[in-house]
């Protein structure tokens, strides 16, 4: 069973940092592309950076040059770094792995940041 294990959350205040980490288990990923999303209240889930397999990566033009995506396949770990974070970063951030089929796409069960001006 895929598993997707979300850590490093929290509260910071504006301009601060934050290393969220999901390490994913139960079946091999190396083929996977990584990605991290976010939901604000009232909003919808939309995507913050992506990594493919081969190390390609995609952010939004809202954290460019603030946020950097990495990925350690050997531990089916994702990681996102985020700097100098505004309080429009606030939000339940979701790890999420997608395979080259459809079907397979797996979610974190999301973590909070919560930046405070």
Not at 14 to 28: E, F, V
Not at 85 to 91: G, Y
Request: charged letters at 15%; hydrophobic letters at 30%.
């Amino acid at each position: 069973q895929v598993q997707l294990v979300e850590s490093g959350g929290g509260l910071v205040q504006a301009g601060g940092s934050l290393r969220l980490s999901c390490a994913a288990s139960g079946r091999t990923f190396s083929r996977f592309a990584m990605g991290w999303f976010r939901q604000a209240p009232g909003k919808e889930r939309d995507v913050v950076a992506t990594i493919g397999h081969g190390g390609s990566t995609y952010y939004a033009d809202s954290v460019k040059g603030r946020f950097t995506i990495s990925r350690d396949s050997a531990k089916n770990t994702v990681y996102l770094q985020m700097n100098s974070l505004k309080p429009e970063d606030t939000a339940v951030y979701y790890c999420n792995l997608q395979g080259i089929h459809h079907y397979e796409n797996y979610w974190g069960q999301g973590t909070q940041v919560t930046v405070s001006s």
